[in-house]
Every structure is written in structure tokens, then in C-alpha cells.
């Protein structure tokens, strides 16, 4: 069985609760990038992240995540589409550090301190985005911090990852809980909503970790009903989530075309050929001269 996506809705109080187990995917990318267990982790939780927050996209919609902090990880970077498709990159894949004083991977000291940006391209040009600081580099509070701040949702957000000692990902998942707006709030309904999530947030800190749920066979429907219990919800969708990258020949060209002609002579006189490199699937996509004179003309198909 693939990974997940589950959406829901508690109704009475307009609250909207997301769950996704993205294993699969997490280890796809890991062995993509052969990353160090921490920089998976963070990887992992960054594609979560994104997952999550995709999970309103629609027609040929894609957000993108990026996680700029100044520690040894570098930059991440997550994608997802509204079909569910996912890919991610971390700049240095095998920065690794020592556990925390916790005995957990230290995501936090491997990201750093920063922002985080989130980008929604929705096919009307530019893309618009928002930002917000990175509050401690765990991403899921980074996330909810960003969501809360920047998009005025009131969120509370958990992702995590679990590797074993052999560098393999057990578990990777995550939840987003969010106050859907109304015309017309009364104050009965803020308050009792505002307490609604006050207690998802306690119970949040108080369960196992959400990596390690999973691990022990915790589905996304079973996540939301244990952050929810005590709540009338309702399931309102149901998405496959995998890893897929949108890199192909055909793109890799048009990348050529946005870099300067004399640049790109320069390295087919030196090597014959000119190779583009694709950041988030390490696949590659080599054009002799003869195919580099065509694009550069606007000839090549």
C-alpha cells in the first residue's frame, strides 16, 4: 500500500484536520539523494510539510516549500501538485551532527536558524508567496509558526521521521490541524474553537511521536482520530501520495535556454557536451553540440 493523504472536517467547530503518512516517499528520496539520517529526517519532514500544506491544490497547482536555514544541512526544498506527486532536495545530503541531549536525530542544529518560504504557483504567472522565521528549526512548528503568522490560519502542525541505525526510514508522516474562517464568528463559537485546538495541542505533546505511531501500524485515519478525540469528524477525501519528479529532456532544454550562449559554447568546446543535473531526482540529461546548436536556435523539439 502506497502513501496517504487523509482530509477532515469537525463541522461544528469549522476546523479542518489533515493526515499523511509519506514513508514510502521519504525513503525514495533518501535513496535519491543518499542522505545522512539527520538530513533525512529533516528532508523527510520538509516533504511532509509540503504534502500537508498542498492538500487544497487544484488543476495544475503546485506549492513549494523552502526550509533556508544556516546550518549544515543547507537549503530544503519540497514540492507537491495537486495530484499528489511530491519531490524534495536538501543542498548538503550528508550533513550529519550527533543525537540531541533527547537521544533523537538533531533536526533543529542541522537546519539552524532562518526562514521558512512557502510558494504557490496557481498557473496566473508569478508565483505568490509568504515568509516567516524559523522559530526552532523542527519544521513542524516552523510550519504551524509560518501558517498562523504569514497566512493568519490558527494551525497546529506535526511531522516526523523515523530512521533505523541502518540509515533506512522506518516511518515518515505527519498532521496539520487548521481553524477554517467564517463570515460570521460568534464569540461563543471563537472561544469554543480557540479551546478546541488549545487541547489538540496539548495532546499533541503528550503522545508518542508521530513517526513512531506510524511505524507501529498507525494509519492517517487513526492519527486523526486520536488528535481528535472527543470531536464528530468527518472524512472528506482521500489522496495517493508518491514521489514523482516533473524533470524531463523537453525542460532540461528550456533550462539551457535561460543560461547565456556564450556560457553554455564555452562548455561544449571544453567537453563536447553540455549536461543539466536535476536537483530534486538526480537524474541527468546530456546534449552533444550538435543538439545544444539546436536549442540555442530555438530548432530543438
Avoid: W
Wanted: glycine share 8%; aromatic share 4%; net charge negative.
Amino acid at each position: 500500500m502506497g502513501d496517504t493523504r487523509l482530509r477532515f472536517l469537525a463541522e461544528d467547530v469549522r476546523i479542518r484536520v489533515v493526515t499523511a503518512d509519506t514513508t514510502q516517499t521519504t525513503a525514495t528520496a533518501q535513496t535519491k539523494h543518499q542522505a545522512s539520517p539527520t538530513t533525512t529526517a529533516a528532508l523527510g519532514r520538509t516533504i511532509t510539510s509540503a504534502a500537508l500544506l498542498g492538500s487544497t491544490l487544484k488543476d495544475s497547482n503546485i506549492l513549494t516549500v523552502f526550509i533556508d536555514g544556516d546550518g549544515p544541512a543547507g537549503r530544503l526544498v519540497a514540492t507537491c501538485d495537486a495530484e499528489g506527486n511530491l519531490r524534495g532536495y536538501v543542498q548538503n545530503p550528508r550533513a550529519h551532527l550527533p543525537p540531541n541531549p533527547e537521544g533523537k536525530l538533531d533536526v533543529a542544529s542541522v537546519v539552524g536558524r532562518g526562514q521558512v518560504v512557502v510558494s504557490y504557483d496557481l498557473g496566473l504567472g508569478e508565483p505568490y508567496s509568504g515568509s516567516a522565521p524559523l522559530v526552532n528549526g523542527e519544521i513542524g512548528a516552523d510550519i504551524a509558526y509560518y501558517l498562523t503568522t504569514s497566512e493568519q490560519i490558527p494551525s497546529a502542525v506535526g511531522v516526523g521521521v523515523l530512521v533505523s541505525g541502518e540509515n533506512e526510514v522506518e516511518a515518515s508522516g505527519g498532521f496539520m490541524v487548521q481553524a477554517l474562517p467564517t463570515e460570521q464568528e460568534e464569540d461563543e463559537m471563537t472561544a469554543r474553537r480557540s479551546s478546541v485546538l488549545q487541547d489538540i495541542a496539548q495532546r499533541t505533546s503528550q503522545i508518542d511521536s508521530i513517526s513512531r505511531m506510524i511505524a507501529r501500524g498507525a494509519t492517517p485515519e487513526a492519527l486523526a482520530k486520536r488528535l481528535t478525540e472527543g470531536l464528530a469528524i468527518r472524512q472528506i477525501a482521500a489522496d495517493e501520495l508518491r514521489f514523482h519528479c516533473r524533470c524531463d529532456r523537453h525542460r532540461s532544454a528550456q533550462v539551457l535556454r535561460s543560461i547565456k550562449k556564450d556560457e553554455i559554447e564555452d562548455i561544449v568546446n571544453d567537453e563536447g557536451y553540455v549536461e543539466v543535473n536535476c536537483e530534486f531526482c538526480r537524474s541527468s540529461y546530456r546534449f552533444n553540440a550538435a543538439e545544444v546548436e539546436k536549442i540555442l536556435s530555438g530548432e530543438y523539439m
